[in-house]
């Protein structure tokens, strides 16, 4: 036992300090009589890994129907975009073709977590089509009809669903299931956001496949909710700009990591886009 506690010290530091002190925990085992300890011990340890990364499976089934939103809301608006007057006259044939691909990853992204939620016991969220506004209450009002605005909005759902699934990422670590479903989700969030961001820059727009500090390359302060805090530059307290007497500059600092956002953030972000 010792040596698990050890072992799971060395892998996240902070351990004890999410559980006990290390003399207290000893202590407890200690006092669990002899003739019980056997059986004891995978309980009072679980107890111990529940305090430290308690998450219920009812709290994870939560998280994983916020995830499921968030696609519902991304593959509707890929299923009306490949359809769209700006996409057909517009994208060319690898432009809607790219589109169309993110539109089926995003479908079986929908149909992965509606399964997995599902298959641990939980009720999968549903909505239909009619229950999104892709104008954003007017805000984008040719979304489907202009093709620069369609690839922006899309580029910032992509981008917004990168941070959705860092910032819950660590509700899920309690479940290694989840948690590599939701990271593998993830990194296919960040190929579609820089596919777009490279589509954009062939139309014209000033954009890297990556975002700079907290620049969305979108003439829009509607998107901006979305890059707030990217343009950070400290990693686990330590300074990236200059780092070891490197030239390592703030743009380049702040490209190197996508933060996380919280599930508030995003939910104030998404909310104009439902009917």
Known sequence: MQNILDEMEKVDPEFY????????IFKNFGSISSKLALTALPFAFGGILNKAYGQTTSDMIGVLNFALTLEYLEYNFYVKAVTSTAATTSAGAAGL????????????????????????GGTPVSFTAAQFDFTAKGTFPTVFTDYAILLAVAQTFEDTGVRAYKGQAG????????????????????RHASKLRQM???AGAS????????????????VQPSYNGEEMVTQAGVPITGIGGTSVS???????????LTKDQVTAIVTPFFA
């Not at 948690?179 to 960040?190: G, N």
Request: aromatic residues 4%.
């Open 171 to 190: 509700n899920l670590k309690a479940n290694r299931t989840f948690l590599t479903a939701a990271l593998q989700i993830h990194s296919v969030e960040a």
């Open 97 to 120: 073709q790219a589109l169309t691909i993110i539109r089926d990853h995003e479908g079986a992204h929908v149909n992965f977590l509606k399964n997995a939620i599902s298959a641990a």
């Open 17 to 24: 300090e999410k559980t006990d002190s290390r003399r207290r």
């Open 207 to 222: 954009v890297k496949p990556w975002i700079t500090l907290n620049q969305s390359g979108i003439n829009s302060t509607a």
């Open 200 to 202: 954009r820059a062939a």
């Open 250 to 260: 703030a743009n380049a600092a702040s490209e190197s990591f996508d933060e996380p």
